[in-house]
Each structure stands twice: as C-alpha cells, then as structure tokens.
C-alpha cells in the first residue's frame, strides 16, 4: 500500500511542475498583444502600416484568410481577453508611440460607445468592399 501512495506522489509531483512550467510561459507573454486586420483592405493597411512602424509589443496577423469575424472588425487579444472595434484601438493606441494620448481622452465608456457608433458602419462598408474582392478572385 506504501508502494501505490508512493507512486500517486510522484504523479502529483510531475504534474504539478508541468502545470508550473505552463503558468510561467504564460507569465513571459503577458504584456504580448495580437492584433488581427484584414490585410486585403487598403485603408486597414495603411493604418495598420503606421501602428506598425510606431508600436512596440504588438503582434499584428493578416486575417484575410481568416473566418470573417476577424475580417469584419478589428480585433485585439491581451492575456486571452478580447478586445473588438473601438476597444481593439484603444489597446493599440496605449501601446503605440504618438496615439497614447488619445486614450486619455478616449478611455471611457461614452467615448467608446460613441466611436463604436462611428466604426461600425465604415468597417461594415470596409467588410463588403472584402467580399466583393475576394468574388473577384
């Protein structure tokens, strides 16, 4: 019986360090941020081409080829949270020199209610200019 508890003790223990391994690799990418853009479309692209030369820390992934969730709007991901439309730019923005600026006006639910207002009809009119390339191909 000494044997069997014995051996449970070094499963608990193997797990135990697999779990702490995957918690500190976890811990390492904390501040990394992934941004996907529809690279199809020339306005994203050239947004995205300024942020890109200015930000530090954020990955950005083309999501033509993507499901289109991600091609309907711009969407950002910090430590597994979600950020999409007005959210996503707010976190590019706090990380991207010469836009933090904007999130201290712009950092706070009516504003986000009023640009998300804003930013749905153009990416929607953005998304349809999508479907109507990729028809074309």
Do not use: Q
């Amino acid at each position: 019986r000494l044997v069997k508890i014995a051996k449970n003790t070094n499963y608990l223990k193997k797990f135990y360090y697999k779990k702490k391994e995957k918690m500190t690799s976890k811990i390492k990418d904390n501040n990394s941020i992934d941004v996907y853009y529809n690279d199809t479309c020339p306005i994203c692209k050239k947004e995205i081409g300024i942020y890109k030369s200015r930000s530090t820390g954020i990955c950005y992934k083309d999501s033509s080829s993507m499901d289109d969730k991600y091609n309907r709007r711009m969407h950002a991901y910090k430590n597994g949270k979600e950020f999409v439309g007005a959210s996503a730019f707010i976190l590019i923005w706090k990380n991207t020199h010469g836009f933090k600026w904007l999130t201290y006006f712009l950092n706070n639910r009516f504003c986000i209610y009023i640009m998300n207002l804003i930013y749905e009809p153009l990416a929607y009119y953005l998304y349809r200019m999508h479907l109507r390339r990729k028809k074309i191909k």
